[in-house]
């Protein structure tokens, strides 16, 4: 049996073996040692005497308790799920990077790991303007169809996150700690929220784990990992959105950046980033225009033997030219989000419908919103 079809009672004993992290267990993992010999051979001399310990005598042994604690606790409610490799909803993208976690946490809602995604990062001591900016990219990348990521920090993280939501979109919170954690304490609302429809927390630690200082940098490797890029809202010179930043490079990942003013602190980050390469971002188009290609592979494998027969990528199949969408569509820009409002669809449906009149020819996409190109 290779790691991909591990399940999660043996993923949560391996992760819970003595002196494993979860850097060394996902080194292992890539291996694909084959299940339950090829783990024995290549952990380490202590690390396979207590697997082999759990495996024929699990009664006795230390891990038993704590993997049926870690069921229990995913069984507690619906929406709640351990993610790992061969999970259907497991996001490949992860997959792709150096150092993916082996397992995740997961608390809310799975589909919100459907739609392609992008981080939303900046600082946590954000100005008006920048946290006016982060609002407006992800209502508006919320209406285009995109998911935001971010790590739920103050400032410009939950500033994206909240009005992802608000537009009726999707965002994913990556947390430094358990996800039944509310950190920081003041998110308590927007811990709830993530939990509802169309949100979801994520975290490498297990239930109950506090935050401390040094998983928030690893964290950000996930945030990052999750996304096909990443935008830098608003950034301070030592920003740890900078490290973000860095990550995201070194992952292949795209990287943008919103400029600012000279006189403005929190604005240099932004400027070394675009000094340094970065995508200057003026616009939800400027980013777009960059991702097109990923948009495809951004999505998590299907959670149904059914869907995941149908063809990859963004589109389905066509939409009849009868759709009714077009009614509310005219030679006048109407946006995503009106669009969801006035039909009743939510974001992704109605992006995907979108997509596929403009394949048509039935309708474009033009500054300000979607404009009908049939006769009315």
Do not use: K
């Amino acid at each position: 049996m290779s790691e991909a079809w591990l399940g999660p009672r043996e993923w949560l004993a391996l992760a819970a073996l003595p002196g494993l992290g979860a850097g060394a267990l996902a080194e292992l993992a890539a291996r694909g040692p084959a299940w339950p010999d090829g783990w024995l051979a290549v952990l380490p001399p202590r690390c396979a005497s207590a697997l082999r310990l759990w495996l024929d005598h699990p009664a006795r042994s230390p891990l038993a308790a704590e993997v049926e604690a870690r069921l229990a606790w995913v069984a507690e409610a619906d929406n709640r799920h351990l993610l790992y490799p061969g999970h259907p909803a497991w996001p490949e993208l992860l997959s792709q990077i150096p150092d993916p976690p082996p397992l995740l946490w997961a608390w809310g809602d799975l589909a919100a790991l459907e739609p392609p995604r992008l981080a939303m990062v900046g600082a946590r001591r954000a100005t008006r303007e920048g946290l006016t900016n982060a609002g407006a990219f992800a209502r508006e990348l919320a209406g285009r169809g995109w998911c935001v990521v971010s790590g739920m920090a103050l400032g410009i993280d939950a500033a994206a996150q909240q009005a992802a939501l608000d537009a009726g979109g999707a965002s994913v919170a990556v947390l430094g700690c358990g996800v039944d954690v509310v950190y920081p304490p003041r998110h308590h609302r927007l811990h709830q929220r993530l939990r509802e429809p169309g949100g979801l927390l994520l975290a490498e630690h297990p239930p109950g784990t506090s935050a401390r200082a040094g998983f928030f940098p690893r964290r950000n490797r996930i945030v990052t990992g999750l996304s096909c890029g990443v935008l830098v809202v608003e950034a301070a010179e030592q920003s740890g959105s900078l490290v973000s930043a860095r990550l995201a490079g070194e992952q292949g990942r795209e990287v943008f950046a919103l400029p600012g003013s000279l006189h403005n602190p929190q604005a240099r980050g932004c400027l070394r980033l675009i000094r340094e390469g970065a995508v200057l971002v003026r616009e939800v188009d400027d980013i777009l225009a960059e991702l097109t290609q990923w948009a495809g592979i951004a999505l998590a494998p299907s959670s149904s033997a059914a869907a995941a027969a149908e063809a990859p990528g963004v589109l389905e199949a066509p939409v009849p030219s009868s759709d009714p969408l077009l009614r509310w569509l005219s030679g006048s820009p109407t946006p995503a989000d009106t669009l969801v409002g006035l039909t009743g669809l939510d974001v992704v449906e109605c992006q995907r419908r979108l997509l596929a009149l403009e394949l048509e020819g039935q309708a474009a996409r033009v500054a300000g919103g979607w404009v009908r190109l049939s006769a009315p």
